[in-house]
């Protein structure tokens, strides 16, 4: 994939689910990209939902308040809960193999998994205030007063 770029801000690309959410999006194109024309619109549509979830994870992870971090998750889930939906209805009229079907639902489920638990850390963190809404760097005025026991 290239050099990676890394900073506070891309620290989503670390996180399992991210990964996961890529990897579902990349077979939900492989295995509906090649639909006939009249399923065109369709697959699109279950394209650009699983291609939001990977996206809302980054998008929540980046605006750094935790509130909001937590809702992107849950617009994933949603995201989610719409393909896995598609998936199912998809199999039951057999347009797409139960081979396939399996395999979307496999990556479906971890991804699912994965989202609750890390939405049940993060609201742990909230009810306990374990969390930094910033990326600056918080530093008591002891230091720049000269009070500061590592003020040289």
Same mark, same amino acid.
């Given at each position: 994939?290239?050099?990676?770029? $890394? !900073?506070?801000?891309? *620290? %989503?690309?670390?996180?399992?689910?991210? +990964?996961?959410?890529?990897? &579902? /999006?990349?077979?939900?194109?492989?295995?509906?990209?090649?639909?006939?024309?009249?399923?065109?619109?369709?697959?699109?549509?279950?394209?650009?939902?699983?291609?939001?979830?990977? $996206? !809302?994870?980054?998008? *929540? %992870?980046?605006?750094?308040?935790?509130? +909001?971090?937590?809702?992107? &998750? /849950?617009?994933?889930?949603?995201?989610?809960?719409?393909?896995?939906?598609?998936?199912?209805?998809?199999?039951?009229?057999?347009?797409?193999?139960?081979?396939?079907?399996?395999?979307?639902?496999?990556?479906?489920?971890?991804?699912?998994?994965?989202?609750?638990?890390?939405?049940?850390? &993060?609201?742990?963190?909230?009810?306990?205030?374990?969390?930094?809404?910033?990326?600056?760097?918080?530093?008591?005025?002891?230091?720049?007063?000269?009070?500061?026991?590592?003020?040289?």
């Amino acid at each position: 994939m290239g050099i990676q770029r $890394r !900073n506070k801000n891309r *620290g %989503y690309q670390q996180l399992r689910v991210w +990964e996961d959410a890529i990897k &579902l /999006y990349a077979e939900t194109c492989r295995l509906l990209g090649g639909w006939p024309f009249e399923m065109k619109r369709i697959a699109s549509q279950a394209m650009a939902s699983a291609d939001s979830i990977h $996206r !809302n994870i980054a998008e *929540g %992870y980046c605006r750094r308040s935790l509130r +909001e971090y937590i809702h992107y &998750l /849950y617009i994933a889930l949603g995201s989610l809960g719409e393909n896995v939906s598609g998936y199912h209805a998809y199999s039951t009229t057999g347009q797409l193999s139960d081979e396939a079907f399996e395999t979307l639902d496999q990556l479906a489920f971890k991804l699912e998994n994965g989202l609750l638990r890390l939405v049940e850390a &993060l609201e742990r963190k909230q009810e306990t205030g374990a969390w930094t809404d910033t990326l600056v760097v918080q530093e008591s005025n002891a230091f720049y007063l000269g009070t500061h026991p590592n003020n040289p």
